[in-house]
Structure formats: C-alpha cells, structure tokens
C-alpha cells in the first residue's frame, strides 16, 4: 500500500468571480474551509443552503464538452476547472459556494483558483487520506477514444495523454506525461487554457452561447494558430486535457494512486473509468469479506 498523506482543507475563505462561457452569466465562487472527511460540496448558495451536491460521480449529469452535477433540483456546471484547482493542490476538503449555476470561466484556465487558494493556503487535518489504489489495469472506451488506469510503483498519480488533431495543422498530435504535485500542477498544467476551434466557435454563438466571451477569454484555434491570442504553452491544449481529467478524477472524492494512460478521451470516459475505478474496489473488497 503506497504512503499516506493526512487530508487537508483550506486556511480560510476566498472567492473568484467572473462570468460562465456558456451561460453569459456573472458569479462569484467561494472556496470554504470543510471538516475532514467531509469531501467536496457545491452549495448553490442563490438556492439556499439546503442545495448542497456533493462532487462525486454518482451525481454527475451527461452534459456536451463539461462536467456538470445534479442533485434534486440543484445542478451546477462547468465544474472540472474548480475540481481540477482542488485536486491538484490537494484540497481534499471544501465547501464550494456558487451564486449560479454555471462556474467562472475566468480566463479559461484553472489558475484563477489556484491563486486564490494559494492565498489563503491548505492546512492538514488529523484523519489519514484513503488513496483509491489501482491494482489492476482499468480501461474505458475503446478503439481511438479510451482512458486507462495502470498500477504504478510510485505513491501518487501519474497523467498520460495523447491528443490527435491531425486533422487541424495548427494543434496536430501532442503528447505529455506528468506526476501530479501540487508543484507541478501549479507550474505546468494550472495554466492551460480551454480551446476551441473557430467553427465551433460560431456554432455556439450561433446558438446564443458564450456571447460574452471573447477570443482574448479561451483559445479560439484558426487555420495559423489561436486568433488574437498566444499560446502559453507549446503544446497548451494537452495540458489543458490533462487538467480536464485531472478535475474529472476528482469525482472518486479520493486521491487515486496510478498511472492514467489517455488517448483523445473526454469528459465522459473519464467519468466511466471513474465509475469503473470504484466498481472494481467495491467488488474487490467483497471478496476479502466473504473470503
């Protein structure tokens, strides 16, 4: 069994606002201080404090290119920058409080969280974070879709992804594997920017989504590269996608041990390999207790 962290939450409250890409509307996200073992909760504070949703993925709704969760009546969207931000910082507790249900897109990235968590800093609990141990191989999709979890020697998650867009010469095939730390997060992959091409870009407009939005907020891609943009990063759009699974993986509400291996997946097979992860855990551990 690989080592153990103590969990962690943040020292005090901050908040982030800005708008939702998709929604066009304003809202302010604050980062609360949680209780060990309390996990990740959205609160739609605009509902009331009784609309609470946890972050896991037996809440999660199958919504177009995000992840958004539902529980009763309460639904928030575009959550996987948010849970991205406190997975990779290893925030294992918080209670996240939105006036809206769509999260800020802020500059498309996760670091706007970041700072702000950075600002008011984690602290340790007393109780031991619970890994979710990958011992076997675990994969979701098939044929040139798929994300596979492998057990690794190490005591942390290691992210693999491989993007194909061949088809459009100015992002092409890139790939990246890293060790998710707080630190590596923070430096590589926090700042990568959501990207889009330019004629979904005005299919969405079109559809009377992201009018606010501009080329400067998200990575609009043309022919020759990001319009009236400029790329951070080289090969910015796969650390974006590490950043999406990262955020995804989150929603096993523990910090998953192994070696993710991704290969032009999304937000729904993240979420089925998450699924498949706790399935095969379950299983496994009824099959100690009736040994």
């Known amino acids: 069994m690989p080592s153990s962290r103590l969990q962690q939450t943040i020292g005090h409250t901050v908040s982030v606002a800005g708008i939702g890409y998709w929604s066009g509307q304003d809202v302010q996200v604050e980062f609360r201080p949680a209780p060990a073992d309390a996990g990740i909760t959205f609160v739609r504070d605009d509902l009331g404090p009784a609309a609470r949703i946890p972050a896991s993925v037996e809440h999660r709704i199958d919504l177009s290119r995000r992840t958004s969760l539902q529980k009763c009546a309460a639904r928030v969207d575009m959550i996987e920058h948010v849970m991205a931000a406190l997975g990779g910082m290893q925030v294992d507790n918080c209670e996240v409080g939105v ?24 602290v340790q609990q007393r109780e031991a974070v619970r890994p979710l141990v990958v011992h076997e191989n675990v994969r979701a999709g098939s044929g040139d879709c798929w994300i596979e979890a492998r057990p690794t020697r190490r005591d ?20 990246l594997t890293i060790e998710i730390t707080p630190d590596s997060f923070r430096r590589e992959i926090a700042r990568a920017r959501t990207f889009v091409l330019e ?3 005005a299919q969405f407009v079109a559809q009377g989504k992201g009018t606010r939005v501009t080329p400067q907020d998200i990575l609009i891609f043309g022919a020759d590269g990001p319009i009236e943009n400029s790329l951070r990063y080289e090969d910015e759009c796969v650390r974006h996608k590490i950043l999406d699974v990262i955020g995804d993986l989150a929603l096993a509400t523990r910090p998953i041990v192994g070696h993710v291996v991704a290969f032009r997946s999304g937000h729904h097979l993240n979420a089925q390999l998450v699924e498949s992860l706790l399935l095969r855990e379950a299983i496994e551990g009824t099959r100690r207790m009736s040994a």
Do not use: K
């Open 156 to 175: 942390r998650l290691t992210i693999e992804f491989h993007l194909d867009y061949r088809a459009h010469r100015a992002i092409g095939s890139q790939s």
């Open 99 to 122: 006036t809206a249900a769509e999260m800020p897109a802020c500059d498309g990235s996760a670091m706007d969280f970041v700072e702000a968590l950075d600002v008011v800093g984690v």
């Open 199 to 201: 004629h979904e870009a």
